[in-house]
């Protein structure tokens, strides 16, 4: 069984920052890519970056020179650091990561149960 738990979400200020992390427990034989999803009320989810386990990342247009993301490959975390956050930033962000189990298994995808950032003066 494997759990994804995030934590670090909450309200801040336009130009304000927020640090979201996400760790994955339970039985893993391998990570692959590890992910931020977000999805604001009444949107369709989108992707806001994801980081494979060589470092390679991607970034959503909206939010690329202000959101960080990386990972320790060895404690099986994954961060997003948010700098200058904006309102159109507010949604609920949900961890994802493609993890095996079992070297005999392939890799299947996993989610976090998601945190709520809210942006607003």
């Known amino acids: 069984q494997v759990h994804l738990v995030e934590s670090g979400g909450g309200s801040v200020q336009p130009g304000g920052s927020l640090r979201l992390s996400c760790a994955a427990s339970?039985?893993?034989?391998?990570?692959?890519?590890m992910g931020w999803y977000r999805q604001a009320p009444g949107k369709e989810r989108e992707l806001v970056a994801h980081?494979?386990?060589?470092?390679?990342?991607y970034y959503a247009d909206s939010v690329k020179g202000r959101f960080t993301i990386s990972r320790d490959n060895a404690e099986n975390t994954v961060t997003l650091q948010m700098n200058n956050l904006k309102p159109e930033d507010t949604a609920v962000y949900s961890c994802?990561?493609?993890?095996?189990?079992?070297?005999?298994?392939?890799?299947?995808?996993?989610w976090g149960q998601g945190t709520q950032v809210t942006v607003s003066s």
């Open positions: 339970g039985t893993i034989f391998s990570t692959n890519i």
């Open positions: 994802k990561a493609d993890i095996r189990p079992s070297y005999r298994t392939k890799a299947y995808e996993y």
């Open positions: 980081i494979f386990n060589d470092g390679t990342t």
